[in-house]
Nanobody, 115 residues
């Protein structure tokens, strides 16, 4: 059984930084492209960043230059470093495969950017 757990969210002021972590158990995810998604109430979940098995990152235009995705395949971890945060980055953040697999959505971690 696959289990993804996100952590690292919180309340931060505009311009601040957070680092999100995702740990996976029950699967060897080094063979998958992994991604971070986010969702705001009333809106569709959107892809924020993805990282290939080779470590190449792709980013949504809205976060390009501010967010960095990384992975540690030995520890089965995926990270999202978020810098220069904006109020519009407020959302629940999830990790999953890319494309998302409905079997693997976790609880997510809340990120709130507010002064």
């Amino acid at each position: 059984q696959v289990h993804l757990v996100e952590s690292g969210g919180g309340l931060v002021q505009p311009g601040g930084s957070l680092r999100l972590s995702c740990t996976a158990s029950g699967t060897i995810f080094r063979i998958y492209t992994m991604a971070w998604y986010r969702q705001v109430p009333g809106k569709q979940r959107e892809l924020v960043a993805a990282i290939t098995t080779g470590g190449y990152g792709n980013y949504a235009d809205s976060v390009k230059g501010r967010f960095t995705i990384s992975r540690d395949d030995i520890q089965n971890m995926v990270y999202l470093q978020m810098n220069s945060l904006k109020t519009e980055d407020t959302a629940v953040y999830y990790c999953n495969k890319d494309p998302g697999d409905n079997r693997y959505w976790g609880q997510g971690t809340q990120v709130t950017v507010a002064s």
